[in-house]
């Protein structure tokens, strides 16, 4: 069974547009991320929910907005896609503070 | 504020040779350290990490690391390469917020493994 799923895969889009990726966990976990991957490999944490609360918002453009209808999801809505949004998005999870965070296999978003 | 620095984006090692990537870690509190190993098209899975117990860790697939405060470092090594080994590595430090993990990554290192 799939720890963390990411919906879809691959992502590829138009420039202006708006989309969603979809993240589910059955772990249990009550805390949920998004991460960004740039195209030379580094990761940076976006967003943070524990709970359905959000707890971490790193400095990311308002064009972007998480929301968590329960514990279990995670979805990462973007607003008028540019093409530096192009990256890969991994989704997260974690039981508490300490512990190791479990990742999704990621979502390839191209902007074109 | 929190940063890992990893020495050398890339590393290339001969099959059965020591691998050693390097972490240093800057933290104002005693750190949480995490290493994770990312396979081509896919996502992050954890290695090893210290929380404050042993320093010398050890995690899957035959890595350890050792943490040195003195040095504030956190290598990982492994004993004998072998070729399913070649991925991207990353060292991270992490806080607790809220019950919240924010980790903060280095930028990696990209192990490559010659037969």
């Known amino acids: 069974d799939t720890a963390v799923s990411q919906t879809p895969k691959y992502l590829v889009t138009q420039m202006g547009n708006d989309k969603s990726i979809k993240c589910e966990q059955n772990?249990?976990?009550?805390?949920m991320y998004w991460y960004k991957q740039d195209s030379k490999k580094f990761l940076k944490i976006m967003f943070s929910?524990?709970?359905?609360?959000?707890?971490i918002n790193e400095t990311v453009p308002n064009r972007f907005s998480p929301k968590s209808p329960d514990k279990a999801h995670l979805n990462l809505h973007i607003n008028s896609l540019e093409l530096g949004d192009s990256a890969v998005y991994f989704c997260?999870?974690?039981?508490?503070?300490?512990?190791?965070?479990?990742f999704g296999p990621g979502t390839r978003l191209t902007v074109l | 504020a929190q940063s890992v620095t990893q020495l050398g984006s890339h590393v290339s090692v001969s099959e059965g040779a020591l691998v050693l990537l390097r972490c240093n870690y800057s933290?104002?509190?005693?750190?949480?350290l995490f290493w994770y190993v990312q396979y081509p098209n896919q996502g992050l899975q954890l290695l090893l990490k210290?929380?404050?117990?042993?320093?010398l860790v050890k995690g899957i697939n035959g890595f350890e690391a050792e943490f040195k405060k003195s040095e504030t470092s956190f290598h990982l090594t492994k004993p004998s390469a072998h070729m399913s080994d070649a991925a991207e590595y990353f060292c991270?430090?992490?806080?607790?917020?809220?019950?919240?993990?924010?980790?903060?990554f280095g930028q990696g290192t990209r192990l490559t493994i010659n037969p």
């Open positions: 933290s104002s509190v005693p750190p949480y």
């Open positions: 929910y524990n709970n359905k609360e959000l707890i």
């Open positions: 991270a430090v992490s806080r607790g917020i809220q019950g919240a993990q924010k980790l903060v």
């Open positions: 210290y929380t404050s117990a042993a320093t």
């Open positions: 772990l249990g976990h009550d805390t």
């Open positions: 997260a999870s974690s039981q508490d503070w300490n512990n190791e965070q479990f």
